[in-house]
Nanobody, 120 residues
């Protein structure tokens, strides 16, 4: 499975960005998808996940109410809509995939990161 993340960039505090993660190499509708982020010198933080069908989602407390994970199976793409961004959201964001249909997930496929920078 190959995952390609995109959509990162520079945004002002309070603004929005939408990250995309396009998958290839496997039936996308049989992959649960997750988003992680990593701050400099810190471990990767698990922030959101969505199951095969999209009817079950998970959010960390740090992003709940501001970020929304979704998927478009015909487009082989998962999204992370990020609203009300804060400078502390500045990080490298990674998407990941797990062949299991629902929680608990064990993400075994990883995309390259995309940098999100939120200016104050």
């Amino acid at each position: 499975v190959q995952l390609q993340a995109s959509g990162g960039g520079l945004v002002q505090a309070g603004g929005s960005l939408r990250l995309s993660c396009t998958a290839s190499g496997r039936n996308f509708s049989m992959l649960s998808m997750g988003w992680f982020r990593q701050f400099p010198g810190k471990e990767r933080e698990y922030i959101a996940a969505i199951n095969w069908s999209g009817d079950s989602t998970y959010y960390s407390d740090s992003v709940k109410g501001r970020f929304t994970i979704s998927r478009d199976n015909p487009k082989n793409t998962a999204y992370l809509q990020m609203n009300s961004l804060k400078p502390e959201d500045t990080a490298i964001y990674y998407c990941a995939a797990d062949p299991r249909p629902y929680y608990p997930y064990e993400f075994v496929y990883w995309g390259q990161g995309t940098l999100v920078t939120v200016s104050s």
